[in-house]
């Protein structure tokens, strides 16, 4: 397993992140996600330890708290401590009915903590996410708790999630011009079937050292070469039930055509070779994958070892090229005057 510095902290973090929104068995829409028990999500963590994987993915809303209960477990259950598997989790999302059981204020914040620490069973969180913006909270409120966490030693690094380029600069300000702790990552969706991060939030990122993470890089599966919508429901999955990243069969039915032609060169497989196109890309320090099997995850960490040609490379760029945005595509318009 490769390595790589994360943003502009002093951690050293593998190239593939294992993700546990598998692990437990809640209710709603955990229903077509997760699942996994205890004794299978151990299975899950000592293979992805024995190929070098550090870093584990979860958050205080899967399966309503179970998926951080079950990392917990199993962490205590192999013995791993923070120096073998870092953990990252989140807070943003509902968890409970009342009016303060949800968002990014200060005490919906502290109180999402102290659960978190009980159930995983350590004395502190390598990397609290803000998973997604909360239009209720203003900023600063949000990222004086996460400093004062951090002075605290509750949490190590904080990062965020699904933030966009003008919020990452945003934070970044605000956070500067307080001392307060920075950014250290962005978790965000990227995959061959969603390159809109390649048009502002990647450079912010870079500019600001900080490191992308990138969740649901199959696309909710749908880039494992299962689906398309000539199968039709032939293939089984969670996205026979869910379009969830939501994906436009007419847009992204060629990248899985090419993903096959590519796999069946390389005699590899369609999900292997969209995992190499990511650890491929500069914008990129590590990929989140998550499994329901060992089979599946030993797969996609083999991602690692498949390396693309160049001619691979482009016919996949060219396949997944994505509709540049205003005002981007008037740059490039004046930009030729330039040429």
């Given at each position: 397993m490769n390595y790589c510095t994360f943003g502009r902290s002093g951690l050293r973090v593998s190239r593939f992140a294992l993700g546990a929104m598998t692990f437990g068995a809640g209710s709603g829409i955990w229903e077509s996600i997760a699942g996994l028990n205890r004794e299978q999500a151990t299975r899950l963590v000592g293979l992805a330890l024995d190929h070098g994987v550090n870093l584990i993915d979860t958050a205080d809303a899967y399966s309503q708290g179970q998926s951080e209960l079950v990392v917990g477990q199993v962490l205590a259950d192999l013995g791993v401590d923070e120096t073998r598997m870092l953990v990252a989790t989140k807070v943003r999302l509902r968890t409970g009915p009342g009016p303060n059981q949800v968002g990014l204020g200060r005490s919906h914040i502290l109180r999402t903590i102290e659960t978190s620490l009980k159930r995983l069973g350590r004395d502190h969180i390598d990397l609290m996410q803000l998973h997604d913006r909360d239009a209720l909270t203003p900023l600063d409120?949000?990222?004086?708790?996460?400093?004062?966490?951090?002075?605290?030693?509750?949490?190590?690094?904080?990062?965020?999630?699904?933030?966009?380029?003008?919020?990452?600069?945003?934070?970044?300000?605000?956070?500067?011009?307080?001392?307060?702790?920075?950014?250290?990552?962005?978790?965000?969706?990227?995959?061959?079937?969603?390159?809109?991060?390649?048009?502002?939030?990647?450079?912010?990122?870079?500019?600001?050292?900080?490191?992308?993470?990138?969740?649901?890089?199959?696309?909710?599966?749908?880039?494992?070469?299962?689906?398309?919508?000539?199968?039709?429901?032939?293939?089984?999955?969670?996205?026979?039930?869910?379009?969830?990243?939501?994906?436009?069969?007419?847009?992204?039915?060629?990248?899985?055509?090419?993903?096959?032609?590519?796999?069946?060169?390389?005699?590899?497989?369609?999900?292997?070779?969209?995992?190499?196109?990511?650890?491929?890309?500069?914008?990129?320090?590590?990929?989140?994958?998550?499994?329901?099997?060992?089979?599946?995850?030993?797969?996609?960490?083999?991602?690692?070892?498949?390396?693309?040609?160049?001619?691979?490379?482009?016919?996949?760029?060219?396949?997944?090229?994505?509709?540049?945005?205003?005002?981007?595509?008037?740059?490039?318009?004046?930009?030729?005057?330039?040429?």
């Open positions: 409120e949000t990222l004086r708790a996460l400093d004062d966490l951090v002075s605290q030693g509750k949490v190590r690094h904080i990062g965020v999630c699904n933030f966009s380029a003008a919020e990452l600069e945003r934070a970044h300000a605000i956070a500067s011009h307080a001392h307060w702790a920075q950014i250290t990552s962005n978790q965000v969706h990227y995959s061959l079937a969603a390159r809109d991060i390649e048009h502002d939030i990647a450079a912010v990122a870079q500019q600001n050292n900080v490191a992308l993470m990138v969740w649901s890089p199959l696309s909710g599966g749908y880039l494992s070469g299962k689906y398309t919508a000539q199968d039709g429901q032939a293939a089984k999955g969670r996205r026979t039930n869910l379009n969830f990243p939501p994906i436009d069969p007419q847009k992204v039915d060629p990248i899985v055509y090419e993903l096959r032609a590519i796999a069946e060169a390389m005699e590899t497989t369609p999900a292997q070779v969209a995992l190499a196109w990511l650890l491929g890309r500069d914008e990129v320090a590590t990929v989140i994958v998550g499994a329901s099997s060992e089979s599946q995850l030993l797969a996609n960490l083999q991602a690692e070892e498949r390396v693309l040609s160049m001619e691979h490379r482009q016919r996949l760029n060219d396949v997944s090229k994505p509709i540049v945005p205003y005002p981007h595509w008037m740059q490039r318009f004046h930009d030729k005057d330039r040429a």
